[in-house]
T-cell receptor
Framework: AQKVTQAQTEISVVEKEDVTLDCVYETRDTTYYLFWYKQPPSGELVFLIRRNSFDEQNEISGRYSWNFQKSTSSFNFTITASQVVDSAVYFCALYGNNRLAFGKGNQVVVIP | EAGVAQSPRYKIIEKRQSVAFWCNPISGHATLYWYQQILGQGPKLLIQFQNNGVVDDSQLPKDRFSAERLKGVDSTLKIQPAKLEDSAVYLC?????????????????FGAGSRLTVL
């Protein structure tokens, strides 16, 4: 069975600070994909990033970066220089065996 | 490109009543998903279609929930009779066909959701 754990529930930061969201996953699949989605107050889930299980290269995309470590089954996500518009719930998700499973989400509050 | 359309956005019903939600996926997306998101939790998959066939409905409470995707495009999710614990946001999502070699094959695009309140 697939499982995604996001331990933190709510994280508050002051604008321009960095915020890192932790994600730990469990799967028996050898091929899988990891995602981060953002859910702003409007409610629509927005795709942010995807990483497949064979590519542990960490990248930066604008103010977003991620740290994928297969050895510890972690896929952490960082927002650099946070802005008020980053206030949202962020979900880590695992895609394997044709199913996308979500964690419980991290509520990020950016204080101006 | 038009997104995933859902309606209604909000619905309030009393327990034991019935309700139906509609979803129109992105054009060309063969795979359609219905997720249930209870307040404070992550979305949970209810049912997944590939064209008009069911791929996974293992978490669908079949005694009260049903879904169909006639003609492999639009889909309807029905709850009858509703219970208090069905209060949630029902999210529809679509993606390219499962097994597609496209790099975006397993990226789900979500609609804005239908918020159900059962009193």
């Amino acid at each position: 069975a697939q499982k995604v754990t996001q331990a933190q529930t709510e994280i508050s930061v002051v604008e321009k600070e960095d915020v890192t969201l932790d994600c730990v996953y469990e799967t028996r699949d050898t091929t899988y994909y990891l995602f981060w989605y953002k859910q702003p107050p409007s409610g629509e889930l927005v795709f942010l990033i995807r990483r497949n299980s064979f590519d542990e290269q960490n990248e930066i995309s604008g103010r977003y970066s991620w740290n994928f470590q297969k050895s510890t089954s972690s896929f952490n996500f960082t927002i650099t220089a946070s802005q008020v518009v980053d206030s949202a719930v962020y979900f880590c998700a695992l895609y394997g065996n044709n199913r996308l499973a979500f964690g419980k989400g991290n509520q990020v509050v950016v204080i101006p | 490109e038009a997104g995933v359309a859902q309606s209604p956005r909000y619905k309030i019903i009393e327990k034991r009543q019935s309700v139906a939600f509609w979803c129109n996926p992105i054009s060309g997306h063969a795979t359609l998903y219905w997720y249930q998101q209870i307040l404070g939790q992550g979305p949970k998959l209810l049912i997944q279609f590939q064209n008009n066939g069911v791929v996974d409905d293992s978490q669908l409470p079949k005694d009260r929930f049903s879904a169909e995707r006639l003609k492999g495009v639009d889909s309807t999710l029905k709850i009858q009779p509703a219970k208090l614990e069905d209060s949630a946001v029902y999210l529809c999502a679509s993606s390219l066909e499962l097994g597609s070699l496209s790099s975006g094959a397993n990226v789900l695009t979500f609609g804005a959701g239908s918020r159900l309140t059962v009193l």
